[in-house]
């Protein structure tokens, strides 16, 4: 299998995590986000909404990185994606929960403090930023809390959900995005960045 | 099972569809939004982060309607859920994509010409309709596409992912989603308004 995507990249990462984690191997494409590749007919061929990443399997072209986290679970017995009813279901709720309410706050942090930098193009809006840290602070105190009574977000082991939520937070110094309060985020967070999984698809400085 | 929601909203409408096209019985336990009764402690116990809807099933509390579809899903079978590892990742696919692009457009637009009018909590915020308006372009171009080449979004054929996706656009007149260009798109809409499940779950007017 082929993943079309861009390793510094919160989506791509995650994605090379869990396939790591799972223990299925995945051939990387290169989109260079700096450059605009996705966005050029080749790649929107595979997905026409040029985004990144994107698997292909055979002829399956799979874009959005939780279904593709789902789908790779789904190729070798792992306990990241329990074959179990209500496991799947409290793992979709938290990667649902990542793509309405806690990706908004994080990317906008990440897009303004670290994106904008590297990129070269402009400071950091100081709207933006205001509003992106109120977002984050709303879904974090939720986390928190859930992260205090438990050790990973489903059924105390870890899953998919932790790759998914977790996953901008590698991001989270050079993004400013404000943990210092959060304890029980900060260890769950602290235990996931000492996987081989996470440190050996980590992007190249 | 219970499902505590408010009719009227569209994570409420589409849970209660897809679960009348399932099969699956659902006691509906109202939430009324307008009176603030999702902040209350009693609903913050079952859904810390005071959103609609949420179904409990015994000791399972689970939130965020995408998951719950899917989990009602995997109660009786169905073509909607269908017990395929490919299937389910591209109905994930749709839904993860609702969830982080195709919601931010027609939630902007739902809430700025018909949330504030039934609320009567002010005028729409034209600079807010214009960004609704432009993120329901990008996304409504790409899945008009889609439908011109496909009945339904995923196998040719009904699915949650449909259920996900067309939700939004039971309000559309009221909120003024812009639709006229994307006659695949009212094709699509029609069918499914169409269906019992539909008609038979909608709000009280």
């Not at 793509?99 to 990440?110: C, F, K, M, N, V």
């Not at 989270?172 to 960045?193: H, S, T, V």
Request: glycine content about 6%; cysteine-free.
């Amino acid at each position: 299998m082929k993943l079309y995507g861009f390793p510094a990249s919160p989506n791509t990462w995650k994605v090379r995590a869990a396939a790591h984690q799972i223990g299925v191997p995945l051939e990387l494409e290169i989109v260079d986000l700096t450059k605009g590749a996705q966005r050029k007919p080749e790649y929107l061929a595979l997905n026409p909404t040029g985004r990144t990443p994107t698997l292909v399997d055979g002829d399956f072209k799979l874009w959005e990185s939780s279904a593709i986290m789902q789908y790779l679970g789904s190729k070798k017995k792992t306990p990241l994606w329990p074959d179990d009813a209500k496991a799947r279901a409290d793992i979709a709720r938290w990667q649902s929960w990542h793509l309405q309410h806690w990706s908004r706050g994080t990317t906008i942090l990440i897009f303004e403090n670290l994106v904008k930098k590297i990129m070269g193009i402009g400071e950091p809006d100081a709207k933006a930023l205001a509003q992106g840290t109120e977002l984050f602070h709303q879904d974090a105190a939720m986390l928190d809390a859930h992260l205090g009574r438990h050790p990973y977000l489903v059924n105390d082991t870890l899953t998919l959900a932790d790759f998914t939520v977790v996953a901008p937070l590698f991001h989270a110094e050079p993004a400013k995005i404000p943990l210092e309060k959060y304890g029980n985020i900060k260890r769950w967070f602290g235990a996931q960045a000492a996987l081989p999984a996470w440190q050996e698809t980590a992007p190249r400085r």
